[in-house]
């Protein structure tokens, strides 16, 4: 996650204000808003998570436990960049506001310390047998390894849109 981690830096880093909220059109995501839904999306599964750290099966994993299932494995993929398949965005991942640059990049960066954190937690925990339940569909388990495996995956796809859009924004006069 520390490539996704200094991938948005960078791309916030490259954009003045102008770029950082542009969009083509209307219920197109801008840059700001795939780093919000980043942020919304990545807050909610750490509380999943969490409830899984505080709860889970403390049986370990060894190297070859990790078997993952076809849907797991297929969803993941299914989010890696460049999009192929579009998805709308659950309810509950859309973010409700935009903030500036400074406040979601510091939003950003206190969530993926809490992420890195919950990895290194996770350590003594069986990565298949432990079930995250999905924020979005709360039927849904998918197990702890690909959990955080579809966070990176989720947030390698809304940073290459994001890097989309500001490479499609207009630069300011100021710059």
């Known amino acids: 996650m520390e490539d996704t981690f200094l991938e948005a830096g960078r791309l916030a880093d490259g954009c003045d204000d102008a770029q950082w909220v542009w969009t083509p059109s209307p219920g197109v995501w801008s840059a700001a808003g795939c780093i919000a839904h980043l942020n919304q999306t990545n807050r909610e599964y750490v509380t999943a998570i969490r409830s899984v750290l505080e709860s889970g099966n403390p049986e370990r994993s060894a190297a070859t436990d990790f078997r993952y299932g076809l849907l797991e494995r297929w969803f993941v993929k299914s989010m890696e ?95």
């Open 81 to 175: 960049p460049p999009v192929k398949i579009k998805w709308k965005a659950p309810k509950v991942f859309v973010p409700m506001a935009v903030d500036s640059k400074e406040a979601a990049m510091a939003e950003w960066q206190r969530i993926h310390l809490e992420l890195t954190s919950l990895i290194e937690r996770s350590e003594p925990l069986h990565l298949t047998k432990n079930k995250v339940i999905s924020p979005a569909v709360r039927l849904l388990k998918i197990s702890l390894g690909m959990a955080f495996a579809l966070i990176a995956a989720h947030n390698r796809r809304h940073l290459y849109q994001a890097r989309e859009m500001i490479g499609r924004a207009p630069r300011s006069a100021a710059t």
